[in-house]
Protein backbone atom coordinates (compact mmCIF):
# COMPACT_ATOMS: atom_id res chain seq x y z
CA UNK A 1 0.00 0.00 0.00
CA UNK A 2 1.52 3.78 -1.07
CA UNK A 3 2.52 5.57 1.63
CA UNK A 4 1.34 9.20 1.80
CA UNK A 5 2.11 12.49 4.07
CA UNK A 6 -1.35 12.92 4.36
CA UNK A 7 -2.64 14.34 8.14
CA UNK A 8 -5.42 15.07 10.36
CA UNK A 9 -9.64 14.31 8.60
CA UNK A 10 -8.67 11.34 6.35
CA UNK A 11 -10.02 8.41 7.80
CA UNK A 12 -13.17 8.41 5.63
CA UNK A 13 -10.38 8.65 2.42
CA UNK A 14 -10.28 5.12 0.23
CA UNK A 15 -7.01 4.10 -0.75
CA UNK A 16 -8.04 5.12 -4.55
CA UNK A 17 -9.32 8.66 -3.43
CA UNK A 18 -5.68 8.83 -1.96
CA UNK A 19 -3.68 7.95 -4.93
CA UNK A 20 -5.85 10.77 -6.95
CA UNK A 21 -5.22 13.27 -4.26
CA UNK A 22 -1.68 12.71 -3.94
CA UNK A 23 -1.30 12.50 -7.89
CA UNK A 24 -2.78 15.66 -8.67
CA UNK A 25 -0.71 17.30 -6.01
CA UNK A 26 2.35 16.05 -7.74
CA UNK A 27 1.11 17.38 -10.57
CA UNK A 28 1.28 21.28 -9.31
CA UNK A 29 4.75 20.88 -8.06
CA UNK A 30 4.01 19.91 -4.65
CA UNK A 31 5.75 16.49 -4.44
CA UNK A 32 6.32 14.52 -1.49
CA UNK A 33 5.04 17.14 0.48
CA UNK A 34 3.01 17.27 3.66
CA UNK A 35 -1.08 17.12 3.26
CA UNK A 36 -3.25 18.37 6.39
CA UNK A 37 -6.90 17.65 5.71
CA UNK A 38 -9.70 19.36 7.85
CA UNK A 39 -12.99 19.30 7.38
CA UNK A 40 -15.23 22.66 5.66
CA UNK A 41 -18.50 24.21 6.90
CA UNK A 42 -20.89 22.69 9.62
CA UNK A 43 -23.42 20.08 9.30
CA UNK A 44 -25.84 20.69 6.79
CA UNK A 45 -23.45 23.22 4.62
CA UNK A 46 -23.11 19.92 1.82
CA UNK A 47 -25.72 17.43 1.42
CA UNK A 48 -24.64 15.48 -1.55
CA UNK A 49 -20.61 15.19 -0.69
CA UNK A 50 -18.46 15.74 1.60
CA UNK A 51 -16.02 18.07 1.41
CA UNK A 52 -12.41 19.03 3.11
CA UNK A 53 -9.81 22.31 2.81
CA UNK A 54 -6.24 20.92 1.94
CA UNK A 55 -3.01 22.72 3.16
CA UNK A 56 -0.56 21.70 1.05
CA UNK A 57 3.08 22.25 2.58
CA UNK A 58 6.34 22.05 0.14
CA UNK A 59 9.71 23.00 0.53
CA UNK A 60 9.38 25.89 -1.86
CA UNK A 61 6.13 27.08 -0.62
CA UNK A 62 2.44 26.05 0.06
CA UNK A 63 -0.93 25.80 -1.62
CA UNK A 64 -4.31 25.27 -0.33
CA UNK A 65 -7.51 23.00 -2.39
CA UNK A 66 -10.63 22.02 -1.99
CA UNK A 67 -11.61 18.19 -2.17
CA UNK A 68 -15.25 17.02 -2.68
CA UNK A 69 -15.59 13.68 -2.00
CA UNK A 70 -18.34 11.03 -3.31
CA UNK A 71 -20.07 9.54 0.55
CA UNK A 72 -18.49 6.08 1.27
CA UNK A 73 -22.06 4.51 2.58
CA UNK A 74 -23.74 3.01 0.21
CA UNK A 75 -27.71 3.96 1.12
CA UNK A 76 -26.58 7.44 1.13
CA UNK A 77 -25.25 6.99 -2.48
CA UNK A 78 -28.40 5.64 -3.53
CA UNK A 79 -30.77 8.00 -2.23
CA UNK A 80 -28.59 11.13 -3.43
CA UNK A 81 -27.66 9.32 -6.40
CA UNK A 82 -23.83 10.33 -6.47
CA UNK A 83 -22.62 8.25 -9.53
CA UNK A 84 -24.60 10.82 -11.57
CA UNK A 85 -24.16 13.96 -9.64
CA UNK A 86 -20.60 13.33 -9.68
CA UNK A 87 -20.87 12.73 -13.29
CA UNK A 88 -22.92 16.02 -14.44
CA UNK A 89 -20.34 18.13 -12.29
CA UNK A 90 -17.41 16.22 -13.85
CA UNK A 91 -18.79 17.08 -17.18
CA UNK A 92 -19.65 20.39 -16.50
CA UNK A 93 -15.83 21.47 -14.87
CA UNK A 94 -14.08 19.39 -17.85
CA UNK A 95 -16.19 20.11 -21.30
CA UNK A 96 -19.33 22.62 -20.75
CA UNK A 97 -17.95 25.61 -18.84
CA UNK A 98 -14.40 25.20 -20.28
CA UNK A 99 -16.32 25.55 -23.90
CA UNK A 100 -17.98 28.20 -22.63
CA UNK A 101 -15.65 30.62 -21.95
CA UNK A 102 -13.42 29.39 -24.75
CA UNK A 103 -16.90 30.91 -26.68
CA UNK A 104 -16.29 34.21 -25.30
CA UNK A 105 -12.62 34.78 -25.17
CA UNK A 106 -12.91 33.75 -29.47
CA UNK A 107 -15.88 36.63 -29.74
CA UNK A 108 -13.07 39.30 -27.76
CA UNK A 109 -15.46 39.25 -24.56
CA UNK A 110 -13.37 41.46 -22.03
CA UNK A 111 -11.59 39.47 -19.79
CA UNK A 112 -13.36 40.63 -16.50
CA UNK A 113 -16.81 39.68 -18.13
CA UNK A 114 -15.32 36.17 -18.78
CA UNK A 115 -17.51 33.64 -16.96
CA UNK A 116 -16.19 32.43 -13.54
CA UNK A 117 -15.88 29.49 -12.17
CA UNK A 118 -13.80 27.72 -9.36
CA UNK A 119 -10.62 26.48 -11.12
CA UNK A 120 -10.70 22.42 -11.02
CA UNK A 121 -7.25 20.74 -10.62
CA UNK A 122 -8.41 17.07 -11.31
CA UNK A 123 -11.82 15.09 -11.43
CA UNK A 124 -11.70 11.31 -10.88
CA UNK A 125 -15.37 9.14 -11.14
CA UNK A 126 -14.21 6.57 -10.38
CA UNK A 127 -17.38 4.19 -8.57
CA UNK A 128 -17.17 4.69 -5.69
CA UNK A 129 -14.62 6.67 -5.07
CA UNK A 130 -15.39 10.14 -7.34
CA UNK A 131 -13.43 13.10 -5.92
CA UNK A 132 -12.54 16.49 -7.52
CA UNK A 133 -10.64 19.12 -6.70
CA UNK A 134 -10.76 22.96 -6.95
CA UNK A 135 -9.00 26.00 -6.21
CA UNK A 136 -9.76 27.14 -2.35
CA UNK A 137 -11.98 30.21 -3.40
CA UNK A 138 -11.02 31.70 0.64
CA UNK A 139 -7.58 32.49 -0.88
CA UNK A 140 -9.02 34.86 -3.22
CA UNK A 141 -11.23 36.43 -0.69
CA UNK A 142 -14.50 34.69 -1.54
CA UNK A 143 -17.22 34.62 1.35
CA UNK A 144 -20.19 32.11 1.87
CA UNK A 145 -23.28 33.77 3.27
CA UNK A 146 -25.08 31.80 5.97
CA UNK A 147 -28.00 30.04 4.90
CA UNK A 148 -30.46 31.22 7.44
CA UNK A 149 -30.05 35.12 6.39
CA UNK A 150 -31.98 36.29 2.93
CA UNK A 151 -29.24 37.82 0.15
CA UNK A 152 -29.20 41.24 -0.10
CA UNK A 153 -30.29 43.06 -3.24
CA UNK A 154 -27.16 43.96 -4.48
CA UNK A 155 -26.04 40.23 -3.93
CA UNK A 156 -29.42 38.85 -5.77
CA UNK A 157 -27.81 41.03 -8.84
CA UNK A 158 -24.53 39.91 -8.98
CA UNK A 159 -26.19 36.11 -9.02
CA UNK A 160 -28.75 37.21 -11.59
CA UNK A 161 -25.77 38.61 -13.99
CA UNK A 162 -24.00 34.73 -13.39
CA UNK A 163 -27.43 33.15 -14.71
CA UNK A 164 -27.51 35.46 -17.50
CA UNK A 165 -24.14 35.00 -18.69
CA UNK A 166 -24.19 30.87 -18.18
CA UNK A 167 -27.66 30.47 -20.01
CA UNK A 168 -26.83 32.97 -22.73
CA UNK A 169 -23.98 31.23 -23.24
CA UNK A 170 -26.14 27.64 -23.78
CA UNK A 171 -27.76 29.72 -26.87
CA UNK A 172 -24.31 30.75 -27.96
CA UNK A 173 -22.93 27.22 -28.27
CA UNK A 174 -26.50 25.55 -30.03
CA UNK A 175 -26.09 28.26 -33.27
CA UNK A 176 -22.36 27.92 -32.72
CA UNK A 177 -21.02 24.41 -31.94
CA UNK A 178 -24.03 22.58 -32.36
CA UNK A 179 -22.34 19.07 -31.72
CA UNK A 180 -21.33 20.07 -28.77
CA UNK A 181 -24.18 21.17 -27.42
CA UNK A 182 -26.16 18.11 -28.14
CA UNK A 183 -22.91 16.02 -26.38
CA UNK A 184 -23.36 18.30 -23.24
CA UNK A 185 -27.75 18.14 -23.80
CA UNK A 186 -26.93 14.06 -23.54
CA UNK A 187 -24.41 13.75 -21.02
CA UNK A 188 -26.26 16.26 -18.29
CA UNK A 189 -28.24 13.65 -16.72
CA UNK A 190 -31.66 15.39 -15.40
CA UNK A 191 -31.93 12.93 -11.90
CA UNK A 192 -35.87 14.46 -12.34
CA UNK A 193 -36.57 12.34 -14.74
CA UNK A 194 -34.27 9.33 -14.85
CA UNK A 195 -36.16 6.63 -13.34
CA UNK A 196 -35.88 5.33 -9.80
CA UNK A 197 -33.23 7.61 -9.50
CA UNK A 198 -32.67 10.58 -6.74
CA UNK A 199 -35.63 12.95 -7.27
CA UNK A 200 -37.47 10.73 -9.20
CA UNK A 201 -37.36 7.41 -7.19
CA UNK A 202 -40.05 6.06 -4.57
CA UNK A 203 -38.04 7.07 -1.18
CA UNK A 204 -37.88 10.86 -2.58
CA UNK A 205 -41.51 10.88 -3.48
CA UNK A 206 -42.24 9.12 0.09
CA UNK A 207 -40.14 11.91 2.07
CA UNK A 208 -41.87 14.73 0.65
CA UNK A 209 -45.02 13.62 1.35
CA UNK A 210 -43.61 13.40 5.10
CA UNK A 211 -42.52 16.81 4.73
CA UNK A 212 -45.43 18.04 3.66
CA UNK A 213 -47.52 16.45 6.48
CA UNK A 214 -44.87 17.97 9.49
CA UNK A 215 -45.37 21.31 7.50
CA UNK A 216 -49.40 21.36 7.74
CA UNK A 217 -49.23 20.40 11.46
CA UNK A 218 -46.81 23.24 12.25
CA UNK A 219 -48.32 25.91 10.56
CA UNK A 220 -51.54 27.90 12.37
CA UNK A 221 -52.78 30.39 9.67
CA UNK A 222 -55.79 27.86 8.12
CA UNK A 223 -55.59 29.99 4.84
CA UNK A 224 -51.98 29.26 4.19
CA UNK A 225 -52.46 25.48 5.52
CA UNK A 226 -54.94 25.31 2.59
CA UNK A 227 -52.65 26.79 0.00
CA UNK A 228 -49.85 24.31 1.28
CA UNK A 229 -52.20 21.14 1.18
CA UNK A 230 -51.21 19.05 -2.41
CA UNK A 231 -48.44 21.07 -3.27
CA UNK A 232 -45.46 19.39 -1.91
CA UNK A 233 -46.27 15.62 -2.77
CA UNK A 234 -46.37 15.93 -6.07
CA UNK A 235 -43.81 18.44 -6.79
CA UNK A 236 -41.44 15.99 -9.01
CA UNK A 237 -44.23 14.63 -10.76
CA UNK A 238 -45.25 17.92 -12.03
CA UNK A 239 -41.65 19.06 -12.47
CA UNK A 240 -40.89 15.42 -14.41
CA UNK A 241 -43.69 16.59 -16.75
CA UNK A 242 -41.89 20.26 -17.69
CA UNK A 243 -38.73 18.56 -17.83
CA UNK A 244 -39.26 15.65 -20.65
CA UNK A 245 -41.45 18.21 -21.87
CA UNK A 246 -38.42 20.79 -22.15
CA UNK A 247 -35.32 19.36 -22.65
CA UNK A 248 -35.02 19.81 -26.21
CA UNK A 249 -36.73 23.47 -26.47
CA UNK A 250 -34.94 25.94 -28.13
CA UNK A 251 -35.14 28.28 -24.83
CA UNK A 252 -34.06 25.24 -22.40
CA UNK A 253 -30.14 25.88 -21.56
CA UNK A 254 -27.75 24.37 -19.30
CA UNK A 255 -28.50 25.70 -15.87
CA UNK A 256 -26.46 25.75 -13.01
CA UNK A 257 -29.46 23.79 -10.82
CA UNK A 258 -28.94 24.45 -7.22
CA UNK A 259 -27.93 28.57 -7.04
CA UNK A 260 -29.21 28.69 -3.32
CA UNK A 261 -27.06 30.53 -0.46
CA UNK A 262 -24.58 27.71 0.16
CA UNK A 263 -24.01 27.58 -3.40
CA UNK A 264 -22.93 30.89 -3.67
CA UNK A 265 -19.91 33.29 -2.69
CA UNK A 266 -19.08 36.51 -2.97
CA UNK A 267 -16.00 38.51 -2.79
CA UNK A 268 -15.30 41.15 -0.53
CA UNK A 269 -13.33 44.46 -0.37
CA UNK A 270 -13.06 46.70 2.24
CA UNK A 271 -16.59 45.43 3.50
CA UNK A 272 -18.33 45.65 -0.58
CA UNK A 273 -18.99 43.13 -2.47
CA UNK A 274 -16.51 43.08 -5.86
CA UNK A 275 -17.37 39.97 -7.30
CA UNK A 276 -19.40 36.58 -6.94
CA UNK A 277 -19.31 32.93 -8.37
CA UNK A 278 -20.75 30.20 -7.88
CA UNK A 279 -19.95 26.72 -6.93
CA UNK A 280 -21.76 23.12 -7.06
CA UNK A 281 -22.68 22.02 -10.42
CA UNK A 282 -23.68 18.39 -9.63
CA UNK A 283 -27.36 19.23 -10.25
CA UNK A 284 -26.50 21.00 -13.94
CA UNK A 285 -28.74 19.96 -16.54
CA UNK A 286 -30.85 21.22 -19.46
CA UNK A 287 -34.11 22.95 -18.72
CA UNK A 288 -36.19 26.12 -18.88
CA UNK A 289 -33.57 29.25 -17.24
CA UNK A 290 -36.63 29.92 -15.04
CA UNK A 291 -35.58 26.88 -12.70
CA UNK A 292 -32.10 29.05 -12.18
CA UNK A 293 -33.98 32.14 -11.76
CA UNK A 294 -37.12 31.21 -9.72
CA UNK A 295 -34.57 29.13 -7.54
CA UNK A 296 -32.50 31.47 -6.13
CA UNK A 297 -34.85 33.85 -6.07
CA UNK A 298 -37.33 32.58 -4.05
CA UNK A 299 -35.11 30.57 -1.79
CA UNK A 300 -32.02 33.53 -1.64
CA UNK A 301 -34.65 36.22 -0.72
CA UNK A 302 -37.38 37.45 1.57
CA UNK A 303 -40.70 38.40 0.78
CA UNK A 304 -40.43 42.00 1.41
CA UNK A 305 -37.30 42.00 -0.83
CA UNK A 306 -39.18 40.11 -3.36
CA UNK A 307 -41.95 42.41 -3.15
CA UNK A 308 -40.05 45.42 -3.35
CA UNK A 309 -37.60 44.40 -6.49
CA UNK A 310 -39.13 41.05 -8.50
CA UNK A 311 -39.86 42.87 -11.57
CA UNK A 312 -36.83 44.76 -11.08
CA UNK A 313 -34.54 41.85 -10.97
CA UNK A 314 -36.22 39.66 -13.62
CA UNK A 315 -36.08 43.06 -15.58
CA UNK A 316 -31.91 42.85 -14.87
CA UNK A 317 -31.72 39.45 -15.80
CA UNK A 318 -33.36 39.78 -19.21
CA UNK A 319 -30.82 43.01 -19.90
CA UNK A 320 -28.00 41.15 -18.63
CA UNK A 321 -28.47 38.33 -20.79
CA UNK A 322 -29.06 40.58 -23.56
CA UNK A 323 -25.77 42.22 -22.89
CA UNK A 324 -24.09 38.70 -23.53
CA UNK A 325 -25.76 37.43 -26.34
CA UNK A 326 -25.16 40.94 -28.07
CA UNK A 327 -20.89 39.75 -27.92
CA UNK A 328 -22.12 37.48 -30.66
CA UNK A 329 -24.53 39.59 -32.34
CA UNK A 330 -27.62 37.86 -31.08
CA UNK A 331 -30.89 39.36 -30.18
CA UNK A 332 -32.30 38.52 -27.17
CA UNK A 333 -35.61 39.58 -28.35
CA UNK A 334 -35.21 36.87 -30.90
CA UNK A 335 -33.48 34.31 -29.05
CA UNK A 336 -35.79 34.18 -25.36
CA UNK A 337 -38.32 37.31 -25.45
CA UNK A 338 -39.47 38.94 -22.70
CA UNK A 339 -43.11 37.36 -22.59
CA UNK A 340 -41.80 33.78 -23.01
CA UNK A 341 -39.52 33.75 -19.71
CA UNK A 342 -42.68 35.59 -18.38
CA UNK A 343 -44.97 32.84 -19.43
CA UNK A 344 -42.04 30.15 -18.75
CA UNK A 345 -41.96 31.37 -14.89
CA UNK A 346 -46.11 30.92 -14.65
CA UNK A 347 -46.01 27.27 -15.97
CA UNK A 348 -42.93 26.45 -13.25
CA UNK A 349 -45.18 28.28 -10.59
CA UNK A 350 -46.84 25.56 -8.99
CA UNK A 351 -43.98 22.94 -9.35
CA UNK A 352 -41.26 25.24 -7.89
CA UNK A 353 -43.46 26.49 -5.17
CA UNK A 354 -43.69 22.97 -3.84
CA UNK A 355 -40.14 22.68 -4.26
CA UNK A 356 -39.09 26.27 -2.26
CA UNK A 357 -41.66 24.35 0.23
CA UNK A 358 -40.17 21.39 0.64
CA UNK A 359 -36.39 23.22 0.56
CA UNK A 360 -37.80 25.66 3.52
CA UNK A 361 -37.08 22.35 5.78
CA UNK A 362 -33.44 22.34 5.24
CA UNK A 363 -32.87 26.47 5.69
CA UNK A 364 -34.52 26.62 8.77
CA UNK A 365 -33.10 23.51 10.70
CA UNK A 366 -30.45 23.86 13.07
CA UNK A 367 -26.55 21.84 12.52
CA UNK A 368 -27.61 19.51 14.96
CA UNK A 369 -30.95 18.23 13.41
CA UNK A 370 -29.20 18.20 9.60
CA UNK A 371 -26.96 15.63 11.80
CA UNK A 372 -29.18 13.70 12.67
CA UNK A 373 -31.09 13.74 9.25
CA UNK A 374 -27.36 12.22 7.68
CA UNK A 375 -27.51 9.88 10.02
CA UNK A 376 -31.00 8.35 9.17
CA UNK A 377 -29.70 8.37 5.63
CA UNK A 378 -27.09 5.93 6.48
CA UNK A 379 -29.44 3.74 8.49
CA UNK A 380 -30.77 0.15 7.29
CA UNK A 381 -34.11 1.45 8.17
CA UNK A 382 -33.15 4.94 6.46
CA UNK A 383 -37.29 5.65 5.69
CA UNK A 384 -38.87 5.33 8.96
CA UNK A 385 -35.90 6.82 10.74
CA UNK A 386 -36.35 9.76 8.27
CA UNK A 387 -40.18 9.84 8.93
CA UNK A 388 -38.97 9.82 12.91
CA UNK A 389 -37.35 12.95 11.93
CA UNK A 390 -40.53 14.41 9.98
CA UNK A 391 -42.49 14.15 13.44
CA UNK A 392 -40.06 15.85 15.63
CA UNK A 393 -41.55 18.89 16.47
CA UNK A 394 -38.42 21.46 16.33
CA UNK A 395 -37.73 24.34 18.81
CA UNK A 396 -39.43 27.34 19.03
CA UNK A 397 -37.06 29.36 17.46
CA UNK A 398 -37.32 27.14 14.07
CA UNK A 399 -40.87 27.11 14.57
CA UNK A 400 -41.14 30.39 14.33
CA UNK A 401 -38.22 31.03 11.23
CA UNK A 402 -40.23 28.39 9.13
CA UNK A 403 -44.00 29.76 9.71
CA UNK A 404 -42.10 33.15 8.64
CA UNK A 405 -40.49 31.45 5.36
CA UNK A 406 -43.81 29.67 4.67
CA UNK A 407 -45.91 32.86 4.30
CA UNK A 408 -43.86 34.98 2.59
CA UNK A 409 -43.29 32.08 -0.48
CA UNK A 410 -47.02 31.76 -0.41
CA UNK A 411 -47.52 35.90 -0.52
CA UNK A 412 -45.06 36.16 -2.67
CA UNK A 413 -46.15 33.14 -5.32
CA UNK A 414 -49.98 35.02 -4.88
CA UNK A 415 -48.13 38.12 -5.36
CA UNK A 416 -46.93 37.40 -8.66
CA UNK A 417 -49.64 35.49 -9.85
CA UNK A 418 -47.46 32.05 -10.08
CA UNK A 419 -50.21 29.99 -8.14
Same mark, same amino acid.
Given at each position: ?7 ? !? /? ?33 ? !? ?40 ? +? ?52 ? =? ?80 ? !? /? *? ?17 ? +??? *? ?18 ? =? ?11 ? !? ?25 ? +? ?14 ? *? ?21 ? *? ?33 ? =? ?31 ? +? ?5
Amino acid at each position: MAQYNFEG !D /IDDLTDPQKQFIDKIINEQGFENSKVIFEPLGKVG !DNYVAGVKRLTIQGKNGSMKMIAKLSPIHEMVRQFQNTKLMF +KNEHTMYTEVLPKFVQLQKEAGVPEEELFRYPKCYGSFTEYPHEVMLFEDLKVS =NFKMLGRFNPLPNDYIKLILRDLAVLHSLSHVCRKKEPEAYESFKENLIDMIIVDGAGANSDQTRTIFQFVEYNMISLLEDP !D /I *KDIVKGKVGPTWVLAAELA +KAE *KDSEHSVVVQGDAWTNNLMF =NFENDAEVSSIMI !DYQRSRVCSPVYDIMFMIFNGSDHEAR +KKHFHEWIDYYHSELG *KSLAYFDLDVNSIYPRDVLDADM *KRYGIPMFGLCLGIVNILVRKSEEIGILMSAMQDE =NMMEKIEELCNMRPDDEVIELFRSKIAGLVASF +KEFGLL
